[in-house]
């Protein structure tokens, strides 16, 4: 039911719903509604956002893909014309990002703020790979305005590059993965990736570029680098504690010192 080749017309579907039923059709919920309640272990959201019931219907698989919808559509800056990927949740994670499991249910609610990176939860299960791969077909096939579900694979793929990367993204809660292992993650969110030619209104645009101003910042190198190589086990803390206590009774000493000379030469 999920394959694009497997698909009439949803307005053929429609009217056979219309013939069938009739005169019934005022005790009975919507066809569209009907269809999310049939999908409901697919879909991205639990029912479709309003905006998405006043669109044309194309399909089933149009149905599925107006459930990814971001709740709230956010416009590209106009300025930020250079395409920008994020990177690996690795590198991220090492200049100090962290990584959060969003309470939000649609999947492109990735929000960054704070120093924080914010992603829902994606679950990979062994069907995912046809649902996504005929979601991105419909999105090549029909003249949409946005690729929604391409932009958010090709930030994924970016995000999830190596199994180190999904261990993160696993431990964290943000992806659900069912697969065999983590390598099998990976290997299907690249997948999506390397099938998908990217729009230039690339939604995730924005959000890659803050990423990436973000980790280029002097200061959130160096604090990333202190914490790493400073504040990783207590073992380590302990001696940098006692140099800095150190340091500070030596400045003291030093300057007791020298207003002690002062004090001297003043009755001199």
């Known amino acids: 039911m999920t394959l694009l080749e ?11 719903f219309e013939m069938a039923f009739g005169m019934h059709r005022q005790d009975m919920p919507e066809l569209l509604e009907l269809v999310c309640k049939f999908f409901k272990g697919v879909l991205s959201m639990e029912k479709l956002p309003e905006s998405a019931k006043k669109s044309e219907v194309k399909n089933f698989v149009h149905v599925i893909r107006l459930s990814f919808l971001p709740s709230v559509r956010k416009a590209l800056d106009p300025n930020l014309k250079e395409m920008k990927f994020p990177s690996s949740a690795t590198e991220l994670v090492a200049v100090g990002v962290k990584l959060r499991r969003s309470d939000s249910n649609c999947l492109l609610d990735i929000e960054f703020k704070n120093g924080v990176l914010e992603i ?8 995912t790979k046809s649902l996504i791969r005929n979601v991105i077909a ?3 096939c029909y003249p949409l305005d946005d690729s929604y579900l391409i932009d958010y694979m090709a930030f994924m793929e970016y995000l999830v590059d190596t199994p180190v990367d999904a261990k993160l993204l696993i431990d964290e809660g943000i992806i659900d993965n069912w697969l065999s292992n983590k390598e099998s993650a990976v290997q299907l969110i690249k997948s999506f990736g390397m099938e998908a030619i990217l729009p230039e209104n690339y939604y995730f ?3 890659s570029h803050k990423l990436i101003n973000h980790c280029q910042r002097p200061y ?9 190589e400073y504040c990783s086990s207590p073992w380590v803390v302990i001696p940098v504690i006692a140099t800095v206590v150190l340091l500070l009774l030596t400045v003291a000493q030093t300057m007791c010192s020298v207003l002690s000379l002062k004090t001297l030469l003043f009755k001199w």
């Open 138 to 140: 419909f999105e090549q």
């Open 205 to 207: 645009n924005n959000l």
């Open 120 to 127: 829902p939860v994606l679950a990979l299960y062994d069907r």
């Open 6 to 16: 497997n698909h009439m017309p949803f307005f053929i579907v429609q009217q056979l």
């Open 220 to 228: 959130n190198k160096w604090k990333a680098t202190f914490k790493r």
